[in-house]
C-alpha cells in the first residue's frame, strides 16, 4: 500500500470498477510513482461507489470533460468510444492520457509503447499514449531481444486467449456456463465471443477462434490489432507478421504459439534460451527434462511474460517456436499502462 504523498501527481483510472481498471488500481498502489491524489471514474452506473486507494476511501465519479481539469496522468480503460470522446478532452486540459483501448494506436501522433521495447517512442508524445493489445504486449516483449541479436523476418503466431480479455461480464459467463454444464443444464451464452456481435457460443469446454470482429481479409479485428501493433511497435514495416487469436476456456493469462524466422544463420535454441534468460521483463521457463514450461495457472497475478518450449525447425535453420504465456490484465494491461507513467517520470516527461 502506498502511503499518498503531499507532493506528487494527480492520477485518474477511467473505468476503474472494470477487469482492467481493478487491477490499474492496484499496480498504481505497488508502484513507486509518487501519487498525490487518485480520482476514480467510470459510468453513471457506478457513480458514488467507494474504491480503497492509498489505505483512504475514494468515491467514484461519472468520468466527464471537466473531471479531467488538474490531472496529471489519465490511464483509460473502458473501451474504444470512451477514450474515442474522453481522451482528447483529458488531453487538451493537460493531461498525459495512457489509453489502453485499440482507439488511438495506430495514429501516427500516438506513440504506441512497450517499456522493455520502444521506451523512447514516449518522447513522440502530444498527450496521448497507447497501450497495446494484450496479445501484441506479451508477444514483442519475448522477441525484441531476439529482434535486437539476430533480425527478424518473420512471425507465425497463435493465440491462447484467457475470456477475462473480453471483461469481466465474459468471466462471469464462463464460470455460469461450466456450472450449467456439469449440472446438465444447457448454457445460455450472451458475450462471447464479441458481445456486440450476432451470434455467441458456449465458451465452457469450448474454444472459439474468433476474438473481436470479422474484417473484409475475413481475418479478426484481434489479428489485425497484433498483425500492425507488432510492426508499428517494432518499427519495421517489412516484417512479415500473422496471427490465429483463439479464445479458450482459461480465465486469465494468455499463452501464445509463436513461430519465428530470424535474420541470421548459425543460431541454436540455446543461443535464444540464454537471451531470454537475462532479457527485460522475460522470465525463461524452459526444462523439457523436469516438464518445466509456462502455465497460464502460474502465470497469473505475476507481471512479467514467461517463456519456454524454445526449439529449432527441424526443417529450417533459421525457424524457431516459442511459447509465451504473461497475465493479459497485468502486463498486456494495467501494468504495462503503470509501467508507461513510470517511464514518462523517469524520462522527465512528468513532472511530480
Ligand atoms: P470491463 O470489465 O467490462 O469494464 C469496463 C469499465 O468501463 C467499467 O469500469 C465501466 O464502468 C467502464 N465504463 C463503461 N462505460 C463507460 C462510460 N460510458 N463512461 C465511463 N466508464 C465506462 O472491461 P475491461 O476488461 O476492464 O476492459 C475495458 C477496456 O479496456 C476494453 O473495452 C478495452 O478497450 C480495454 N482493454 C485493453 C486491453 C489491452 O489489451 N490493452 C485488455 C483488456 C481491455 P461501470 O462500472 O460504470 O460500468
Ligand atoms: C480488448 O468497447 C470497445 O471498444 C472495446 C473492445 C476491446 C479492445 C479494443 O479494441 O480496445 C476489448 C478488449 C481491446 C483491445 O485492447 O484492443
Redesign the pocket.
Known amino acids: 500500500m502506498v502511503l499518498l504523498k503531499t507532493e506528487g501527481l494527480k492520477v485518474a483510472v477511467?473505468?476503474?470498477?472494470?477487469?482492467?481498471?481493478?487491477?490499474m488500481l492496484k499496480m498504481l498502489e505497488e508502484s513507486p510513482l509518487p501519487v498525490k491524489s487518485f480520482l476514480p471514474?467510470?459510468?453513471?452506473?457506478?457513480?458514488g461507489?467507494k474504491v480503497i486507494f492509498g489505505g483512504k476511501e475514494w468515491t467514484?465519479e461519472?468520468?466527464k470533460p471537466e473531471s479531467f481539469a488538474g490531472i496529471d496522468i489519465a490511464l483509460?480503460?473502458?473501451?474504444?468510444?470512451?477514450?474515442k470522446?474522453?481522451a482528447p478532452e483529458a488531453a487538451s486540459r493537460g493531461a498525459i492520457v495512457i489509453d489502453?483501448?485499440?482507439?488511438f494506436r495506430m495514429y501516427e501522433n500516438v506513440p504506441l509503447v512497450v517499456p522493455e521495447v520502444n521506451e523512447k517512442a514516449l518522447f513522440q508524445h502530444h498527450g496521448i499514449i497507447a497501450?497495446?493489445?494484450?496479445?501484441?504486449?506479451q508477444m514483442v516483449v519475448a522477441l525484441e531481444p531476439i529482434r535486437k541479436a539476430y533480425g527478424l523476418n518473420r512471425i507465425i503466431v497463435s493465440t491462447y486467449q484467457a475470456v477475462?480479455?473480453?471483461?469481466?461480464?465474459?468471466?462471469q459467463e464462463l464460470k455460469n456456463e461450466a456450472k450449467d454444464v456439469l449440472e446438465g443444464n444447457a448454457p445460455e451464452p450472451e458475450i462471447l465471443p464479441v458481445k456486440g456481435d450476432k451470434k455467441h457460443f458456449q465458451m465452457a469446454f469450448n474454444c472459439i477462434p474468433q476474438i473481436d470482429l470479422f474484417q473484409p481479409n475475413d481475418y479478426t479485428f484481434e489479428e489485425m490489432k497484433m498483425i500492425n501493433e507488432t510492426k508499428k511497435i517494432m518499427d519495421d514495416q517489412s516484417l512479415k507478421v500473422s496471427a490465429t487469436c483463439v479464445r479458450v476456456p482459461v480465465e486469465i493469462s494468455h499463452g501464445e504459439t509463436v513461430y519465428i524466422e530470424i535474420g541470421k544463420s548459425g543460431v541454436t535454441a540455446a543461443d535464444i534460451k540464454n537471451l531470454l534468460s537475462d532479457a527485460p521483463g522475460v522470465v525463461l521457463q524452459d526444462d523439457p527434462a523436469h516438464q518445466v514450461y509456462p502455465m497460464p495457472a502460474d502465470a497469473t497475478g505475476k507481471k512479467e511474460v514467461f517463456v519456454g518450449r524454445i526449439r529449432r525447425d527441424p526443417d529450417l535453420e533459421n525457424g524457431f517456436h516459442l511459447w509465451v504465456v504473461s497475465d493479459?490484465?497485468l502486463k498486456?494491461?494495467a501494468w504495462?499502462?503503470v509501467e508507461i507513467a513510470e517511464s514518462l517520470l523517469k524520462l522527465g516527461l512528468v513532472k511530480a
Open positions: 477511467v473505468g476503474v470498477t472494470g477487469a482492467v481498471g481493478t487491477r471514474l467510470a459510468s453513471k452506473r457506478s457513480a461507489k467514484v461519472e468520468a483509460f480503460s473502458a473501451g474504444g468510444s470512451v477514450s470522446q474522453l489502453n483501448t485499440s482507439a497501450n497495446p493489445n494484450c496479445s501484441t504486449i477475462s480479455g473480453a471483461g469481466a461480464k465474459a468471466m493479459n490484465l498486456g494491461a504495462n499502462s
